[in-house]
């Protein structure tokens, strides 16, 4: 694939698109955000014929991958930890041109190659966000931030993210240094000539930490419990692909695990060889720790990795085990929280915080209400909400034409919680909230696509099954 020359029309330099008046939104369909989940919805609604709106509060596309903006999380040295070929888009795939493991600007880039070669900027209104949705009667009355009036929208698609609303953390005691989020962290220049405490081992928390072994004049690590932790490559392969391999030749889960465990402590030994403290779990019941260099550093002192921290004490902390270590600046690596500020949080989330959607994308008694990219798998997240947007857009479309199928999936998604975890118990924690098997949860969609697709051929064909 060759990269298109930017010129003055750049995505970076595009005006928001003129819509329509409000009173021709009600056939529409409205999509809220262009970061990922929101591009790829709306490519697919676009190739399908399904009217949409689609609305970003920011300039221009890429959400949390447009480093700098206000809806970015990422860091200057961000890289993915999902390979590309496990990441891209079902029909568009990265350049070859791109490394095994791209860049946040990469990643931007490819966003912007997307929505260029699908004529998405022509569907998007930058600068405007989304102030408030709620159901009226049978259509979405949805408040802009533009000073309009509210519009009456067909239907809603949530692609807002959730990498974007740090966790809060209040610790005991008080401080006398800095204390960021993660979130705020951009650049190594705010750890230079200082003493760095990051709390939380996450894949954030580790590179930060990392970042702080290289430039900062101490680097403490402080882990709440144990984990596994993965090279991004296995044989010169990206890891994630030998997972692949072993879920395409049906391996079960124990035998993954097992392998999987002999080929990791083969390429880098246990975690406790290094001095981290063991892992309280099996592999893969959280989230994949997928980095080679934090290792690195601390086996070579240069990351001292604590418990956690019972209370501040002006210049230092107090850690659990008693132990007073002086800091400069403590960084909370510690995740965010799944936030919808425009629409009543209880028709996403149960109480305990869980989407309540069936695959956390169909709302079970709203048929014209979805959320994309509700998910966090152990691989790339952008092919499975292209998956996602597919089963969206045929379901729609499904309903359009009153095909059986459409009433089937109805059936299905009221009375169907599946197991999205494939059998892995995952660690019960708020950063599993989200969590999902990627390769079970892929051919669950492709599978329910395929339904679809056999319906609209045959209307009278058997109906979707309830086990799928």
């Known amino acids: 694939m060759q990269f298109p020359v930017m010129d003055s029309d750049s995505p970076t330099t595009l005006k928001a698109t003129p819509q329509v008046s409000a009173a021709d939104t009600a056939r529409k369909y409205c999509v809220i955000g262009a970061g990922p989940a929101g591009l790829t919805v709306a490519k697919n609604f676009a190739a399908s014929g399904i009217p949409f709106d689609a609305f970003e509060r920011e300039a221009d596309v890429g959400g949390n991958w447009h480093f700098g ?24 795939p990265m350049p070859k041109a791109f490394p095994p493991y791209p860049s946040h600007r990469q990643a931007l880039e490819y966003l912007q190659l997307y929505a260029r070669h699908f004529d998405l900027y022509s569907h998007i209104q930058f600068g405007t966000a989304v102030k408030r949705i709620e159901p009226a009667g049978e259509l979405w009355s949805v408040t802009l931030s533009d000073g309009g009036s509210p519009r009456l929208y067909r239907g809603v698609v949530v692609a807002n993210g959730h990498h974007w609303d740090p966790q809060p953390h209040r610790f005991a005691g008080s401080f006398n240094g800095q204390i960021m989020h993660s979130r705020d962290y951009k650049s ?17 928390g580790c590179d930060i930490a990392v970042e702080a072994a290289q430039h900062a004049d101490a680097a403490y690590l402080s882990m709440r419990r144990g984990y596994h932790f993965l090279p991004k490559f296995l044989h010169g392969r990206p890891i994630d692909l030998c997972a692949d391999n072993m879920h395409r030749w049906g391996w079960p889960l124990w035998l993954q695990r097992w392998v999987s465990s002999i080929m990791v402590g083969i390429a880098i030994g246990r975690p406790q060889r290094y001095g981290l403290p063991a892992p309280d779990h099996k592999l893969f019941e959280t989230h994949p720790i997928v980095n080679s260099q934090l290792l690195y550093y601390v086996g070579h002192g240069r990351i001292q990795v604590l418990p956690d921290v019972e209370m501040l004490c002006g210049d230092c902390v107090r850690l659990r085990d008693g132990r007073e270590v002086p800091v400069d600046l403590i960084v909370l690596a510690i995740g965010y929280k799944v936030s919808f500020p425009f629409l009543d949080s209880s028709l996403v989330l149960d109480e305990q915080g869980r989407p309540k959607l069936y695959l956390n994308a169909f709302h079970p008694d709203h048929d014209n209400f979805f959320v994309a990219g509700l998910l966090q798998p152990n691989s790339g997240l952008w092919g499975l909400v292209d998956y996602q947007a597919q089963l969206m857009a ?64 045959t209307p009278k064909s058997a109906s979707i099954s309830h086990r799928s």
């Open 69 to 92: 903006q206000q809806s970015s999380s990422v860091y200057a040295s961000t890289h993915m930890i999902s390979s590309k070929r496990l990441t891209e888009y079902t029909d568009f």
């Open 188 to 204: 190594p220049e705010v750890l230079r000539g200082k003493r760095v405490l990051v709390v939380g081992a996450g894949n954030s």
């Open 394 to 457: 045929a379901y729609i479309t499904a309903q359009e034409q009153n095909l059986p199928a459409a009433a089937e999936f109805n059936k299905l998604k009221r009375s169907n919680r599946p197991d999205l975890s494939h059998g892995i118990a995952f660690v019960e924690s708020p950063r599993h909230a989200l969590e999902v098997e990627y390769f079970s949860y892929r051919e669950r969609l492709k599978k329910l696509l395929k339904r679809f697709a056999k319906n609209a051929s």
